[in-house]
């Protein structure tokens, strides 16, 4: 069995193929390519729903596998350690693990997907809340 970068080929991404690419001159040329679920739409293969579901079943597990014992939290610049806070670590592949220090045993993991939609939405505004009275906002109907 071949071993690329500690994985058997044909485990999860490490799982290539050769497959035909146009080359500039129009000869067709041959690369390796990553055949993961993630890689399948630039070979022309859609994912089926109970494939989407898998991949994303497995990629939550393995990303709750990971150990992050030894990871660098991270919170706000100006915060103080005894204000509870939000403390976020950066974890292999892009993922992203996040807490709040007033309960640091409670670890909510993202993939890098994941967080980018998250950041993304939330630069968006897509989160902003309403000014009220619980936000320190003025009352609607003031």
Same mark, same amino acid.
């Given at each position: 069995m071949h071993r690329f970068r500690n994985r058997a080929v044909g485990e999860g991404w490490a799982t290539r193929v050769s497959a035909p690419i146009m080359g500039t001159s129009g000869l067709s040329l041959r690369r390796?390519? =990553?055949?993961?679920?993630?890689?399948?739409?630039?070979? @022309?293969?859609?994912?089926?729903? $109970?494939?989407?579901?898998?991949?994303? +079943?497995?990629? =939550?597990?393995?990303?709750?596998?990971?150990?992050?014992? @030894?990871?660098?939290?991270?919170? $706000?610049?100006?915060?103080?350690?005894? +204000?509870?806070?939000?403390?976020i670590a950066q974890l292999p592949g892009g993922a992203v693990a996040m807490r709040s220090s007033l309960e640091p045993e409670t670890v909510l993991r993202y993939t890098e997907a994941e967080w980018r939609a998250f950041v993304l939405g939330a630069r968006d505004g897509e989160f902003d809340l309403e000014p009220g009275p619980h936000n320190g906002g003025v009352a609607a109907s003031e």
């Open positions: 390796t390519v =990553r055949t993961s679920e993630v890689w399948k739409g630039s070979l @022309g293969m859609a994912e089926t729903e $109970a494939e989407i579901k898998a991949r994303k +079943e497995r990629e =939550r597990d393995e990303l709750y596998a990971l150990d992050i014992k @030894g990871v660098r939290w991270e919170s $706000a610049p100006g915060t103080e350690s005894h +204000e509870e806070r939000v403390e």
